[in-house]
Structures are given as structure tokens and as C-alpha cells.
């Protein structure tokens, strides 16, 4: 059998793209969604260019830490390897909205369904060692600074100053999640896409929504988006390569923010306590 990958966000785009071509790759697919029919039309469609192993589909809203946990239970009790972790569901919404569990979405949704779930299936990664993490960052993440006063964006709120941050909170994740999984075979790496057509921006309103939705016809691809995911799922290039930013296939250095060290702590620290989770510790 093939190795097994879990990829959110897979019912379109970036995620949809990067699932089929690594099922033609010969991976076995578990794809999530939300919404099962979207799953299912999904599924079935991959299942014609699958190289013989099976896709399968999970139910879960990554907005809801309920959920979460119990998608990965779903996941843990149907599978017994997990080869690749792709994080790649995400969220713009131009006004500021709370989840059922009180957090402000973009940052649930883009960061902390990464944190809870990556915590959760952790230990199934390091049993199937040599394993992958692979977090889609963006690009945007280069004007955002955290305010660790302000998190969720209560005192100030802006949809892409919600979702820079919360890009930059996908690499410094990334980061500190590669220092704590050093020696145990378990490799984590993020990237930018490049500026693609999706459903990202679906949730935009206004004039400035407008503005970007007319602009998406310059965008590239969801096919040509997902490249770089696939590289660094499958490509034996990076085999052993943890803890780095890629963009178009090839390693690139993010911002300087963040590389700060002690403000990844305190935004693994704070995601612990939002999640209620103890994550990753590092190997002794």
C-alpha cells in the first residue's frame, strides 16, 4: 500500500489540485471537508485518476475544536499510518467573526486548526517516521507583525491584517514545531502557493472585496498553485529538510519576524491555552 496523506481544505483549489496529484502519485488520500456532499463529488472525482489506492473522505469543520478532535479520532481509528500532514484549509472574512469556541475565525481557522490538529496526530506522524508536515503559508505573511495584546483582533480588526497574521502565524508555527521535532524523523516545512485562484476570498464584502475578487482572473492556477504542496509532500529533494519556507519548489527566507524565537514560544504557548492541548515537546 502507498503511503497515506491527510490533506484539509481538499474539496477545491490549491487542496483539491495537490490531492489529486498526489493520488495519481499513488498516495492514499484522506481528503477533509466540512460539507459531506462536497466531499463525496470530491472523492468520487479523484478516485478516476488515483493510482490504484484509495480516497477517502473525512468529515470536519476546522472552526470548531469539537470538531477537530474529532475528525483526527475518525482519522486514527480508519488509518494506521500517517506519512503526510498537508494543513492547507484557510479563511479570509472582512469582518471580524467568532467561532463557536469565542475565537476570532481567521485566526481559528488558519492557525489554530493547524496547531490542534497537527498536536493531535503528532504521535501517529512519529510512529510512521519517516513522515512529513507540510503548512501552506503565504506571501501576505510579510506585512503582519503579532501583537500578542491583540491576538484576535479585538481592539483593531482588518481582513488582511487578520490574514497576514495569521500567515505568519502558519511559519512561525512552523518553526518552532521543526526545533521540537528534530531527531524524531518527523520533518515540518511551510510554504507560499503564489497568488491563485481559489475560494479563499469568498467570504470578502465591500468594495475592496470586489476589487480582489475582478482581480483574480490575473492569478495562476490552483493546478499551478499546489506545485510547491506537492513537492514538499512527495519530492525526495527534501527528503530530511525540516523547518523551511519554499516558494515555486525552492527554499526562500521568510521574514525577519518570523524568525524570532521567543515570540514563537509565546505564540505556541498561547495557542496551547486556546486549544487546550498540551502540544509537541521536544525529544529528550
Known sequence: MGKTCLITGATAGIGKEAARALAAKGFRIALVSRDRGRGEKAVEEMRHSAAGEPVELIIGDLASQESIRKMAADFEGRFDRLDVLINNAGAWYSERTLTIDGIEATFATNHLAYFLLTSLLT????????????????????????????????????????????????IMFTYELARRLEGSGVTANCLHPGTVRTELFRNLSGISGAAIKLATVFFRSPKKGAETTVYLASSSDVEGVTGKYFADCKEARSNEASYDEAAALRLWEMSEQLTHVIAVRPES
Open 123 to 170: 504521535p501517529l506522524l512519529k510512529r510512521s517516521a519517516p513522515s512529513r508536515i507540510v503548512n501552506v503559508a503565504s506571501e501576505a505573511h510579510r506585512w503582519a507583525r503579532l501583537d500578542f495584546d491583540d491576538l484576535q483582533g479585538a481592539q483593531s480588526y482588518g481582513g488582511w491584517s487578520a490574514y497576514s497574521k495569521s500567515k505568519l502565524a502558519n
